[in-house]
């Protein structure tokens, strides 16, 4: 049991290292967001991806361990942790619930970053598009309202040389 302790506890280390990389990935971005520098944002959203499937695996194999030593303790494969810390020996209920903890507050940081940087990211969008539309005031609108629509142009479309005159 000690093995599959210990594991588990290598897993949770390794998924809060990953999220604490994302939160670094989603600061950078924030900065790049800030200094309107394009290019990286662009970079960012690749690397914000690889990260999150680093993160899933990370979470994937936590979950393993997790499961392997709830088994070992008598209990369903799907026990959460505060049932089974508790019952795993007292030397490491400790260490396992500061490691949750920090894991679960780090997780709520991460998507508080990336819904700010989301926000940005469609507030510069919706500015673009309004700069668009009195440009060319009969343009379709490709950016989505709050129910995922498209609204459509009451307008009829203009030709570009007669949208100035």
């Known amino acids: 049991m000690i093995q599959s302790i210990q594991l588990l506890i290598d897993s949770l280390r390794d998924e809060l290292q990953n999220y604490g990389e994302m939160l670094a990935l989603l600061d950078r971005q924030q900065e790049c ?3 309107r520098a394009t290019d ?3 970079q ?3 690397l914000l991806k690889a990260q999150g499937s ?3 695996k990370a979470r994937e194999r936590r979950e393993e361990c997790r499961s392997a030593v709830a088994q070992e303790c008598g209990q369903a494969g799907d026990a959460c942790f505060s049932g089974l810390i508790p019952l795993l020996p007292a030397d490491y209920q400790p260490l396992l619930k500061a490691l ?3 894991n679960n507050e780090l997780l709520a940081r991460v998507r508080r970053r990336a819904r700010q940087n989301h926000l940005m990211l469609r507030r510069s969008v919706e500015l673009m598009q309004d700069l668009l539309n009195s440009l060319l005031p009969a343009r379709q609108s490709s ?3 709050g129910n995922g ?3 459509a142009c009451a ?3 203009r030709r570009f040389y007669e949208a100035f005159g």
């Open 44 to 46: 960012s959203i690749s």
């Open 100 to 102: 949750v903890e920090e």
């Open 155 to 157: 307008a009829a479309p």
């Open 149 to 151: 629509h498209r609204p």
């Open 40 to 42: 990286e944002i662009f």
């Open 33 to 35: 967001l800030v200094a």
């Open 143 to 145: 950016v989505y309202d």
């Open 54 to 56: 680093a993160i899933l």
